[in-house]
Nanobody
């Protein structure tokens, strides 16, 4: 089992940047492919980014591609989400998630494939 704790959320103006962190404890961090998801009030939980165990493969939906970057530091048991050019539509609670499932383009954005979730961190972008 792995425990996930997100940090780094906050209030930022449109056009600004934030970096989220997610630190894992418990079983070996490198066993897990990692993902970031977000959920705005009244909306479904949406895929934001994913990264493979080694960090050599990443994936993003079109809505954030070119603006968000996921990375991981396996020595620190931490995955990051660098968010640039933020806009009010990015306002949501952001969740870190971990999965033991195989990392594929087809499945990396599927929330049901992720076994473990953090508590979430609020990101608010003002216009």
């Amino acid at each position: 089992q792995v425990q996930l704790v997100e940090s780094g959320g906050g209030l930022v103006q449109a056009g600004g940047s934030l970096r989220l962190s997610c630190t894992a404890s418990g079983r070996t961090f490198t066993s897990y492919n990692m993902g970031w998801f977000r959920q705005a009030p009244g909306k479904d939980r949406d895929f934001v980014a994913a990264i493979s165990r080694s960090g050599d493969s990443t994936g993003y939906p079109d809505s954030v591609k070119g603006r968000f970057t996921i990375s991981r530091d396996n020595a620190k048991n931490t995955v990051y989400l660098q968010m640039n050019s933020l806009n009010p539509e990015d306002t949501a609670v952001y969740y870190c998630a971990a999965t033991l499932r195989l990392f594929t383009i087809a499945t990396m954005g599927r929330a049901s494939d992720y076994n473990y979730w953090g508590q979430g961190t609020q990101v608010t972008v003002s216009s």
